[in-house]
């Protein structure tokens, strides 16, 4: 099936949050434009002394302007205003009061119907900061003077995984093999900024609507702020141009800039907040910077005997998300192998930087890296063949995973091969040839040195651990008067497919043409609460609800659960056609209902970190081949293999965009994507310096991706997650295959990214090595 | 200028000749969303680099973010809304869209190629759309689309698969 707004997006016609009327279609006046004050470099951390507004004085009228600061936040909630966001903690201020935590913190918000007047109203308050000494970088511990925020030693959280004895195997294997391994941070880069709409109705709902992935997150944030239950509030999702986790946490902040702009403006007048992309580089959430460290103990023959693994992330400066991705870190963190003693200690550590959160992985990709390029390092070791390293030690069925979960088949599908996967993927990308190839073309060629790399890796699909049962996600399927359905769900669509997905799954469960099914814009006073759009958990936890709410559909019309075609729409017009003729009241509602459970036999305890960590997991080989350019250091993918299990493919168009668009963004992060930081802020915010990939920097003969499916009967219509599996693993198999291209100077490209920079870097520090 | 600081542009916009009234400092960008109804091209960065701004201004592709509106008097400027539906098809097929904020400047490129192939004998379509980000797809979607609109014309020049067998050969 093709993408359903597919034709509108290409031909301009789908409407973004700034793509409106000027006055957002409410009949209240233009929308104000709305712009953020934000704390000044170079001061990462301390007391704000002074907000003087005026600086530069003339052609700025403040009586047209509106201005909020942190004074403001409880009075403009009828007394009650809490200057907090809520996500996991409330640590994070809606706008800084008496201290900022990091450069460029939200400090007064400014709105007007003069955009350019707003742009010089906002460059004429100086936020006057009384530095102090700020935490910087995350891998060092911090001095007496940096720690902050009532931390010990600055780890806002600390999560542990132990398995078997790790020192005792330790102390017993014959070859133990160390490596540190680092990551970067990434920017999103979701084309659309963040933008967000707000205003007050006439009944005094606080309203926003914009781009987001979440709509219950900000609802939630909504309500804490304007302490208010849900009558209060009300959360509309726009078209919205890309996320990748980037819209996840974020538009809880803006979106309560906008309400509370809108609030002081009165009236009902609309706010409008877009941000440009400088500031919403600078402003904005990120990938976490990590650390890692292995320490391995291996046998003669390979096999796996202990792994210790420490696992440090840059938090920020505020909790945000940090605490699930560094769970999420620490849980794949000793990759898809098996080894009886694990030990992983994972440490998020509070700076002074913008905080980070959630982006397409969400630490996966950072702990993948290091577990990847570790095993190529130890098979170098050992004298061995990478991929038979990873033959004698990726998990199989009945095996367990360094939480003591059980790897299985999920009957009626048998299990999943996963080294017949990576052989597949071997197989597909000519790995013994090109090796051969390559050997010859090193030898003759005097500056370009060709090599190949392989990661074989997993992906837990949907929350982790009892997520999915605390979240307990709700989905309607609505009969309408006309015989159509339509899907209620909070979940969005942000370029991933959920609305066309969605749709061929209802479709598919009832019978129906994919025209007789409708799925509703997320408004949450519309849509229940399915839960976040996130963790690659729409499809396959989502969509299963979905098929079970099509049942409960079925079962209220009369009919069995079985039920397909032109007797359902059939069915749902008479429901309506008897409801209307009996009653003369309010035209009732006929609504299908699903509420998530969890499948048989999950078990998992948080407080040990033991047991069943996911329902199930995605798995997948990839093999990147690199040309490293001696001249300039720089160093290209020319081919890029993506061989992958991801339960039951729905919808082929949409799934091989959804890879090899994962593969792209991680091919940036692991060439290009740089960030250089000054005093705690982004000084390259722009596109013109960090560097995200173009159309001719993907291999010419594009990613070449495979699907072994297997059928997850968990999922809906058999899926599993998908969309962050394909970040993992090009990361890993990129520096492999440059550690491979480069094997005669002796580098290990050990750090993300591998920009020319630091291939130079790494080329010298060999030299000097061995001069 | 007039006392309001406001310029006068006539212009031609999808065919049809239009006058703004516009400040000096206006950007076609700006001027095509918010005063003329056409909120189709996007902004993605306002310096150039992701051309999801992208437009013609007579007949060639340029980042609309980068005009200044007072430059366009009396020139022709085609936007996404001017584009003919029907030539799309491919490229919704092969899946050149999903989150679609780049689509619109994408399409601008693409239609610009497929009316011009003969610039793919000296140009790969990789080549071509490197002035348009795209943070989704990964690209494959849009060149293998945009292949598939340019169809035997494109080859016939040393479209897509010619001109990319040959540079890659000659990295040997």
């Not at chain 1, 359902?568 to 509420?595: D, K, Q, S, T």
Request: charged letters at 25%; hydrophobic letters at 40%.
């Amino acid at each position: 099936m093709k993408r359903i707004e597919g034709l509108a997006k290409l031909t301009g016609a789908e409407r973004y949050v700034d793509d409106g009327p000027a006055d957002a279609g409410l009949g209240m006046g233009p929308c104000l434009w709305g712009m953020t004050v934000r704390s000044p470099p170079p001061h990462a951390r301390g007391r704000v002394k002074e907000i003087r507004y005026g600086k530069g004085g003339g052609g700025i009228d403040w009586s047209k302007l509106v201005v909020v600061d942190h004074r403001d936040i409880p009075g403009l909630a009828g007394g009650r205003g809490v200057n907090e966001v809520l996500m996991i903690g409330t640590d994070q201020p809606v706008l800084a009061a008496e201290y900022v935590r990091h450069v460029h913190e939200a400090v007064v918000l400014i709105a007007g119907e003069d955009r350019e007047m707003v742009r010089r109203a906002v460059a004429a308050v100086e936020v006057v900061v009384e530095g102090e000494e700020a935490a910087l970088d995350y891998r060092v511990e911090p001095t007496a003077a940096q720690v902050q925020g009532g931390f010990d030693a600055n780890v806002l959280k600390r999560l542990g995984i132990n398995k078997g004895d790790v020192e005792a195997a330790l102390a017993a294997a014959p070859i133990v093999v160390e490596g540190e391994y680092e990551t970067g941070a990434q920017e999103h880069v979701y084309i659309e900024c963040n933008g967000m709409i707000g205003w007050v109705d006439a009944a005094g709902v606080v309203c926003v609507k914009g781009s987001m992935q979440c709509p219950y997150y900000v609802l939630n944030a909504l309500k804490h702020t304007f302490a208010c239950d849900e009558k209060g509030v009300r959360v509309i999702q726009t078209a919205t141009g890309g996320g990748f986790g980037g819209k996840e946490d974020y538009p809880s902040v803006i979106g309560l800039h906008v309400a509370l702009l809108a609030a002081k403006a009165g009236g009902g007048r609309p706010v409008k907040m877009i941000y440009d992309r400088g500031e919403d580089m600078q402003a904005t959430t990120k990938r976490h910077p990590c650390l890692v460290r292995h320490r391995t103990g291996v046998d003669r023959d390979g096999r796996l005997l202990a792994q210790d693994i420490q696992v440090r992330m840059d938090a920020g400066a505020y909790v945000t998300l940090s605490p699930v991705v560094l769970s999420r870190g620490i849980i794949h963190a000793a990759g898809p192998y098996f080894c009886p003693n694990v030990r992983v200690d994972g440490k998020a550590i509070l700076t002074n930087s913008v905080p980070y959160g959630a982006f397409r992985g969400f630490g996966a990709p950072q702990t993948i890296f290091a577990c990847e390029r570790h095993m190529d390092v130890i098979a170098a070791r050992l004298g061995m063949a990478p991929e038979e390293l990873r033959r004698r030690n990726l998990l199989r069925d009945g095996q367990t995973t360094a939480t003591g979960q059980v790897i299985k088949a999920h009957a009626p599908s048998p299990g999943t091969d996963r080294v017949a996967l990576m052989d597949r993927a071997l197989v597909a990308a000519g790995w013994a040839k090109k090796k051969q190839e390559h050997t010859a073309f090193n030898a003759a060629s005097d500056h370009l040195r060709r090599g190949m790399g392989l990661a074989t890796f997993w992906h837990g699909a949907g929350f982790t651990g009892s997520g999915e049962t605390y979240l307990k996600s709700r989905v309607h399927v609505a009969g309408l008067p006309d015989g159509r359905v339509e899907v209620r769900i909070a979940t969005t669509e942000m370029g991933q497919g959920t609305t066309t997905v969605m749709t061929q799954i209802a479709a598919d469960r009832l019978g129906l043409a994919a025209d007789r099914v409708v799925v509703a814009v997320p408004d949450t006073t519309v849509v229940p609460n399915s839960g976040p759009t996130v963790a690659s958990r729409t499809v396959m936890v989502v969509g299963r609800l979905v098929e079970r709410a099509c049942e409960d559909l079925l079962v209220r019309v009369g009919l069995g659960k079985d039920a397909k075609g032109a007797v359902v729409g059939e069915a749902v017009r008479r429901w309506h056609h008897l409801r209307n003729a009996e009653g003369g009241g309010p035209r009732g509602e006929l609504i299908g209902e699903a509420v998530y459970r969890a499948p048989p036999g999950v078990q998992w305890d948080d407080a040990t970190y033991r047991g069943d960590a996911y329902g199930t997991f995605g798995w997948a080989a990839y093999v990147a081949e690199v040309e490293v350019d001696l001249r300039t250091y720089a160093a290209r993918v020319v081919d890029f293999v993506a061989v992958q299990e991801v339960g039951s493919v729905i919808n082929p168009t949409l799934a091989r965009g959804q890879v090899a668009g994962g593969v792209v963004q991680a091919i940036g992060w692991a060439l290009m994507e740089e960030f250089a930081w000054k005093d705690g802020a982004m000084a390259n915010a722009t596109l013109t310096n960090y560097i995200i990939p173009t159309s001719d920097d993907v291999p010419r003969g594009g990613i070449r991706v495979e699907f072994v499916e297997n059928p997850y009967p968990h999922g809906g219509k058999g899926s599993k997650g998908i969309g962050e599996l394909p970040m993992d693993g090009p990361g890993p198999a990129i520096a492999n295959a440059v550690a491979d291209a480069l094997k005669e100077f002796g580098v290990e490209p050990n750090r993300l990214p591998l920009t020319p920079e630091r291939v130079m870097g790494m080329m010298e520090k060999a030299e000097a090595a061995h001069a | 200028m007039p006392d309001d600081g406001l310029i006068e542009v006539p212009l031609t916009i999808n065919g049809a000749a239009v006058s703004v009234r516009v400040p000096p400092t206006d950007r076609l960008l700006d001027t095509l969303r918010y005063r003329l109804g056409l909120p189709g091209s996007k902004e993605g960065c306002g310096e150039g680099e992701c051309g999801a701004c992208t437009v013609w201004l007579d007949g060639l592709p340029v980042c609309s973010c980068l005009v200044p509106t007072f430059q366009c008097r009396g020139r022709e400027v085609k936007t996404i809304e001017g584009v003919d539906a029907a030539t799309l098809a491919p490229m919704l097929e092969s899946g050149a869209t999903q989150c679609g904020a780049c689509t619109p400047g994408v399409v601008m490129m693409a239609r610009w190629v497929a009316e011009h192939p003969e610039i793919l004998g000296s140009h790969t379509m990789r080549e071509l759309l490197a002035g348009n980000l795209c943070r989704c797809t990964g690209y494959d979607g849009i060149v293998e689309g945009m292949a598939r609109m340019v169809g035997p014309k494109g080859t016939h020049h040393g479209g897509a698969d010619s001109t990319e067998k040959k540079s890659r050969g000659e990295r040997v």
